[in-house]
């Protein structure tokens, strides 16, 4: 069976420090791979999704960047953080073959920025 | 350009009673339309879509093009149905794009 797995669970940074957040799937091979930000009120905000390795595409303009150095594998980075990066980052993957592509959601990684 | 509106943030009703989380969508085409829920300290999935007809845990939701809603419905609300509703409409081949959410909470 497929799973998919995001760490770290929680994660307090200052403003201006690095970020990292990763997304592993066990169980499909050539996923298709998303990250999104759930934010009150604001809902489930798309900011990457990847159809292959090295394939990134960004849905917003912001201060994060995605990769994919693996096929199941996808890293959310930051250089520099800014208060605004807060939230709740989730990870998810879908079937290329599926007609309904449903997305399978990881845990989530909390993100607060002081 | 493609949209999912859930006019409602928060939505209380009581155990038994019926229930309505509303949703509209804009999209020029033939849309593909589904909702998913997060309960509480759970993944986010899919609870249905509209292609299947189905109903899951009582909920069923019609596609209406004409008022391009996609209203989630279940006749008696039950306790455990707390939780976060989204609603979400397929854009191309591999992407969704979700609505606001809706929290819902059943009392007791």
């Known amino acids: 069976s497929q799973t998919i797995h995001q760490w770290p669970a929680t994660l307090v940074q200052p403003v201006g420090s690095p970020l990292s957040l990763e997304c592993t799937v066990e169980?499909?091979?050539?996923?298709?791979l998303y990250w999104y930000r759930q934010a009150a009120g604001r809902g489930l905000q798309l900011l990457f999704y990847?159809?292959?390795?090295?394939?990134i595409s960004s849905e917003v303009p912001q201060n994060l960047s995605a990769s994919r150095p693996q096929d199941r594998q996808f890293i959310l980075s930051s250089k520099k953080l800014l208060l605004s990066d807060s939230g709740f980052y989730l990870c998810a993957w879908s079937r290329k073959q599926s007609s309904y592509n449903e997305q399978f959601f990881g845990p989530g990684t909390r993100l607060t920025v002081l | 350009a493609q949209r999912v509106t859930q006019p409602e943030k928060l939505l209380s009703v009581f155990k038994g009673a019926p229930v309505e989380l509303k949703c509209n969508y804009s999209y020029s085409g033939s849309p593909e339309l589904f909702w998913y829920v997060q309960y509480s300290r759970q993944r986010l999935q899919l609870l249905l879509r509209h292609i299947s007809r189905e109903s899951i845990k009582g909920f069923t939701a019609d596609l209406n093009k004409g008022e391009t809603s996609f209203h989630l419905k279940k006749p008696f609300a039950q306790e455990e149905d707390s939780a976060m509703y989204y609603c979400?409409?397929?854009?191309?081949?591999?992407?969704?794009?979700f609505g606001q959410g809706t929290r819902l909470t059943i009392n007791p």
């Open positions: 990847s159809v292959g390795i090295g394939q």
């Open positions: 979400a409409l397929r854009q191309g081949a591999q992407k969704l794009v």
């Open positions: 169980g499909t091979s050539n996923p298709n």
